[in-house]
């Protein structure tokens, strides 16, 4: 799997996670690292058109199944053409969102299988885990306002409330791979948080 380090951040919409991850990157090359900084869905040109479909309010008709099985296929295309080569050239790859998104949107947001959910991303992964996970946490009516209001965004505040709480469980079930980090002050205080969490993970 090469020497590379798998950084994924998380959260619910509007909290702030391309600021972060552009902050974290930023920070990472200044340390003197090679890092590739990507995200789904759309990190490939094939991902791009999945996640026009994904994300245009137009697609009512889209069967929760099929919105499962279009965020893994884009991932499956994102880690085969992205994030494995880079993994395997020794680089640290920041990537906006990955299964814990599809987990928490698909799976508890829409009262999905997380079984079945797991099951066809390690199938689209190949297994690929990250090495740390930051999520980032806030109270969704806190930040619900900064957003656009895509097909997903356009849920309502249930929604969100349960998809910020799957984020929460997951971060219990995974203590060893994912930090919470609140997002709550100015960017520059959470890039310090998030900047904390990487204690003792890199080499
Ligand atoms: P994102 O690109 O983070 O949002 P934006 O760039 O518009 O801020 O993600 C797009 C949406 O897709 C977001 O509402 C979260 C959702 N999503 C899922 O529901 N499941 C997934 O597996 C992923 C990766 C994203």
């Known amino acids: 799997m090469g020497d590379g380090l798998f950084i994924t951040l998380e959260g619910i919409d509007g909290v702030g996670k391309t600021t972060q991850a552009r902050l974290l990157v930023e920070y990472l090359l200044q340390q003197g690292y090679d890092v590739v900084h990507t995200f789904e869905p759309g990190g490939t040109s094939l991902g791009q058109a999945i996640r026009k479909l994904l994300l245009d309010p137009e697609n009512h008709q889209l069967e929760p199944?099929?919105?499962?099985?279009?965020?893994?296929?884009?991932?499956?295309?994102?880690?085969?053409?992205?994030?494995?080569?880079?993994?395997?050239?020794?680089?640290?790859?920041?990537c906006e969102r990955y299964i814990d998104s599809s987990v928490a949107y698909q799976g508890y947001g829409l009262d999905l299988s997380v079984d079945m959910i797991?099951?066809?991303?390690?199938?689209?992964?190949?297994?690929?885990?990250?090495?740390?996970?930051?999520?980032?946490?806030?109270?969704?009516?806190?930040?619900?306002?900064?957003?656009?209001?895509?097909?997903?965004?356009?849920?309502?505040?249930?929604?969100?409330?349960?998809?910020?709480?799957?984020?929460?469980?997951?971060?219990?079930?995974?203590?060893?791979?994912?930090?919470?980090?609140?997002?709550?002050?100015?960017?520059?205080?959470?890039?310090?948080?998030?900047?904390?969490?990487?204690?003792?993970?890199?080499?």
């Open 65 to 94: 199944v099929t919105e499962i099985l279009l965020y893994a296929a884009d991932r499956a295309q994102h880690v085969a053409e992205v994030i494995r080569p880079a993994l395997a050239e020794g680089k640290v790859v920041v």
């Open 118 to 203: 797991v099951a066809v991303n390690k199938l689209a992964t190949a297994g690929l885990e990250p090495d740390l996970t930051i999520c980032l946490d806030a109270e969704p009516q806190t930040v619900l306002a900064r957003v656009g209001g895509d097909r997903i965004e356009q849920r309502d505040l249930a929604y969100h409330e349960r998809v910020r709480s799957a984020f929460l469980s997951i971060a219990a079930q995974n203590p060893q791979r994912v930090v919470v980090v609140s997002a709550e002050g100015t960017e520059w205080e959470v890039s310090q948080r998030v900047q904390r969490s990487l204690a003792g993970r890199l080499a």
